[in-house]
Structures are given as structure tokens and as C-alpha cells.
């Protein structure tokens, strides 16, 4: 399996720190809002990541955090008139629903900054004990000139940097460039620290949790590509210099999701919250997954229509073959494997293992769908279409999609045999009304 390492800016083989086993973290949302799709895009992207690597039978170790404190919490309580607590609260909740309307799990460790504020404190008073960060009047602010490879994942030049920085007049930084590790304030939730009350700087709170929860290096750090700068940057600088390492093994970043040609944001105007898609959230998942998770998207109502399409054409194979042996009381019999079945699973795999180009798996998903519609309309062994809906079942749970079929009652059977028999006799009258009923009950 090959990765693109956003760190070296290259492919690199997977070879996990722990054999079996991989530990990942992803940078979860600020709790004061709905989130939009452009947020659900690293949602969908490495949710699949984790299935793909279960798939493959390691243990998955998934990590991903609530911020929930920070400034906008602060402004939506004022706004709301209430506390900080009930904002995020909503909002986790909110964002929670969010996951599994996209068929996301949410089944993971989900650490909230607010839980881990000892611990932010005492790695923040390490920092400043060894000299990497200094006080100044109750703010502490990360030393960025200790660390000789800073700009390197963002591949930015430090002197660039700095001549490119605007500079206060009453700056209390020693470089312009240096970070804010812990921000002296009473308004809103504050905790009291050896610098007096306030609460930590966005920048220090992932790679203190990351620090507790798994104690060494991870294996993948993820999030979407607008994090790399000054975010993800400002997490390994501290790695680096406390712990000497990058703090993950790869650095693995999905493009953006634009809408209108511009970048989707709550602060830039056109959005499309998730709690309000009106879609079927299997073509949802599938228009986020036919580009390369590295590429941007354009998100338009056209192109979302064009991949219901696409997904009822998916399902309507997959549900045709299964009432097919279902209603041949096949569906308990041994698979047959064919040799094209053999092929689009080996494209599955391959496309997987390059760097997850789940575009290319959507390509062998469609193709078995045209080798599903040949079998529909011709005699095969039933062996052989179950193996096809088995090859389904493990594109199906790798991507996130889902497909509601469950085995017919004898009544169903009945009501089924008697529309086909109707039809045979051209008793056009009676097999309507027993097309109808099969309808309603979502059996065709």
C-alpha cells in the first residue's frame, strides 16, 4: 500500500510503527456551528480510510477532537445568550448527526479540548521549561526559530515568512512568526495555569492530545488541506522540538470543496450545511469520492443530480440480484468465483492500495454493475451472481455505501410469483395491482 506523505511531498509505502496496527488522528470541527459539505468532505474521506485499512484486517485506532473553546463558542453563546457548555454541546450533537446522515461512523475516540486542559497546561509549562516558549505578560508564545525544518510541510521559507508578516506596534513577540501556545484571558471559559487564567492557543491543543491519548509518534495525521498552514505546521514545530519526531509517520490532506468555483466557508458567504441535503446520502458520498481525495471538488446541484443517477443505477443492480436468489431460495448457496469477478477485484484492491483513488474503485464498481445487468438479463448459476453480490457487499462497505435489502417473507414471495404469472397471462389488470403492492413494500 502506497501513501501520499504530504510531509515529503511524495508516495510512500505504508509500513505502520506497530505491525497490525494503525493509530490515526483527524482534525475535528470548533463546535459552534452547523458544519457545511466542504466539512464533510475529510469526514467522508477518512472515515473510508479507516474501513479500507479494517478491510485489510489491521486494528484502527481512530482519533478525532472537538475544539470547544475558543473565540466564535464565545461569540455564539453571547449571541445565544447562553453558556459556552450548551453551545458545543449542541453542536457536537448536531455535528454527530451530521456524520451518520453521510454514513460516516461515530463509533471513535472523540477527545474535547475542554478534558484535556491539564495536560494542555503541563505540555505548554514542558515547552516553556526547555526554552521553546516564553512568557509575556500572562500570553505564551511558541519560539518558531528553534526549529530548523519549520515551513516544510506547507513548503513555505521561514525568511519569506517573516518578511511577509505585519508586525504590531506593541507586538509582544520576540519573532513575528512565533505562535500563540496559551492566550491570557477571564472573558468567556478560562482555566487558571502557572500564567495566570486563560486557555490555550488553537495550535497546541491537537498535539497535546495526541501526546496524551497515544503517548509516541502516530502513524497518519489527517485533515483538510487548509489546516497545513499554520495549523499542522505549528503542531509538528512543537513535536519536533519536545519530542523529536514529526509527530505522525504520514501526513495525508484532502483538497477543498468548492462551490461556485470559490471555496466553501461559513465567514466567505455560499454554503450548503449538511443537515440540510435533501439527497440520498449514499450519492452524496459517492459525488465526494469519484474525485481523487487530493484534488478539489465543485460542488453544483447538476453535478449532485448526475450521482443520484449514477447511485440508483448501483442499486437498482445490487437489489435486482439479490430478490433474483432470493426469490430462487439461493441466497445460502456456495460462490462461484468468475475469473472478471477475480479482475474488478483486483482493480478494487489496486486502486486502494495507490494512494486510496476511490475514483478508480467507483470505475470497477461500475463495471461490475454492466457485468450485474448482463446476468439479469441472462441464465447464470446462482453461485456466481452471489459472488457478485458479495464483491458489491465489499466495494460497498469500503466506500460507505449502503443498500437496505433484507430477505422476503413467504407472503412476498407469493404476492411476486402471482405479478409474474399475471404478466405471463397478460392479465394486465391483476399484475398492477400486485405490481403496487410490491411497490409500497419497496420490493421493485
Known sequence: MKIF????????????????IVNMYVCGPTVYNYIHIGNARPVIFFDTVRRYFEFRDYKVNFVSNFTDVDDKIITKALELETTEKEVTDQFIAAFLRDVEK???????????????????????????????AYETDGDVYFRVENVQEYGKLSNRNIDDLISGSRIDINDKKENPLDFTLWKKTEIGINFESPWGRGRPGWHTECVAMIDDIF?????????????MFPHHENEIAQSLVLNHHHLAKYWMHN?????????????????VLVKD???????????????????????????????????EK????????????DLADALYENAIIDPDLLLIYKDFLSAMDNDFNTPNVITALQDLTKIANQMLRNKTENGVILSVIKLFDDIFSVLGLRVDVSPLNSSDKETYHLWMKARDDKDFDKADIYRNILQEKGII
Open 5 to 20: 506523505n504530504s510531509y515529503s511531498n511524495q508516495l510512500e509505502e505504508f509500513v505502520p510503527i506497530h505491525k497490525g
Open 102 to 132: 453521510v454514513n460516516s461512523s461515530t463509533d471513535y475516540l472523540k477527545p474535547r479540548v475542554t478534558d484535556y486542559m491539564d495536560h494542555i497546561i503541563e505540555y505548554i509549562g514542558i515547552l516553556v521549561q526547555k526554552g521553546y
Open 215 to 227: 503517548g509516541e509518534q502516530i502513524d497518519i495525521h489527517g485533515g483538510g488541506s487548509g489546516l
Open 255 to 271: 483538497g477543498l470543496l468548492n462551490i461556485s468555483g470559490n471555496k466553501m466557508s461559513k465567514s466567505e458567504g455560499e454554503i
Open 277 to 311: 441535503l435533501i439527497i440520498d446520502s449514499n450519492a452524496f458520498r459517492l459525488f465526494t469520492l469519484s474525485t481523487h481525495y487530493r484534488s478539489p471538488i465543485n460542488y453544483s446541484e447538476e453535478v449532485l443530480a448526475s450521482y443520484e443517477k449514477e447511485w
Open 314 to 325: 448501483l442499486k437498482r443492480a445490487y437489489t435486482s440480484l439479490y430478490l433474483k436468489l
